[in-house]
T-cell receptor
Framework: NAGVTQTPKFRILKIGQSMTLQCTQDMNHNYMYWYRQDPGMGLKLIYYSVGAGITDKGEVPNGYNVSRSTTEDFPLRLELAAPSQTSVYFC????????????????FGPGTRLTVL | AQKITQTQPGMFVQEKEAVTLDCTYDTSDQSYGLFWYKQPSSGEMIFLIYQGSYDEQNATEGRYSLNFQKARKSANLVISASQLGDSAMYFCAIWYNFNKFYFGSGTKLNVKP
């Protein structure tokens, strides 16, 4: 299993440009998450999904959009990039088992480092 | 607002000694989970240990243990016998309200030889 993969690893955008961060997991997990990590800070949840076709906002959703057409893929779309979106973006997945608070943790991808200039 | 707090931005520990990283949380939910993650300089997030709000015993995973004091709303991570490879950022996180994770701001641990 490759686990959670993210592409690209690095990207530089100009203000106002758009892009899609790709995330794919091969563990057949129901739950998927997008986080951003600003320098020296913890992770903040942007969006999450509990299954194909179902998404919901997290703590910091403004400026982003997501879709979940398949179990495996959970792309994050940035429209009209702004310097405030310079961050490292992590995708994560978790399987649904043992109730909401089982010991299943999230499996994280390696991250995408995005710079908006 | 419900949140999680790590008050130690940085800590030093001598190799082979034990160290405690502090974490407090603020939630009105009865059901929640607490996690600790390690983030080395390479950037990946590594799961260390989990504690459920209904678990009566403190969680342990090898050299890691979680000192869970529910009444005080604290979930401190204890690393025994520190190793040089333990130098990293450590994040405490809380899981509640069905599907939401909140992370603390992290503690940077430096292990000295």
């Amino acid at each position: 299993n490759a686990g959670v993969t993210q592409t690209p690893k690095f990207r530089i955008l100009k203000i106002g440009q758009s892009m899609t961060l790709q995330c794919t997991q091969d563990m057949n997990h129901n739950y998927m998450y997008w986080y951003r990590q600003d320098p020296g800070m913890g992770l903040k949840l942007i969006y999450y999904s509990v299954g194909a076709g179902i998404t919901d906002k997290g703590e910091v959703p403004n400026g982003y959009n997501v879709s979940r057409s398949t179990t495996e893929d959970f792309p994050l779309r940035l429209e009209l990039a702004a310097p405030s979106q310079t961050s490292v973006y992590f995708c994560a997945s978790r399987r649904l088992a043992g109730g909401f608070f089982g010991t299943d943790t999230q499996y994280f991808g390696p991250g995408t480092r995005l710079t908006v200039l | 607002a419900q949140k999680i707090t790590q008050t130690q931005p940085g800590m030093f520990v001598q190799e082979k000694e034990a160290v405690t990283l502090d974490c407090t949380y603020d939630t009105s939910d009865q059901s929640y989970g607490l996690f600790w993650y390690k983030q080395p300089s390479s950037g990946e997030m590594i799961f260390l240990i989990y504690q459920g709000s209904y678990d009566e015993q403190n969680a342990t995973e090898g050299r890691y243990s979680l000192n869970f004091q529910k009444a005080r709303k604290s979930a401190n991570l204890v690393i025994s016998a520190s190793q040089l490879g333990d130098s990293a950022m450590y994040f405490c996180a809380i899981w509640y309200n069905f599907n939401k994770f909140y992370f603390g701001s992290g503690t940077k641990l430096n292990v000295k030889p």
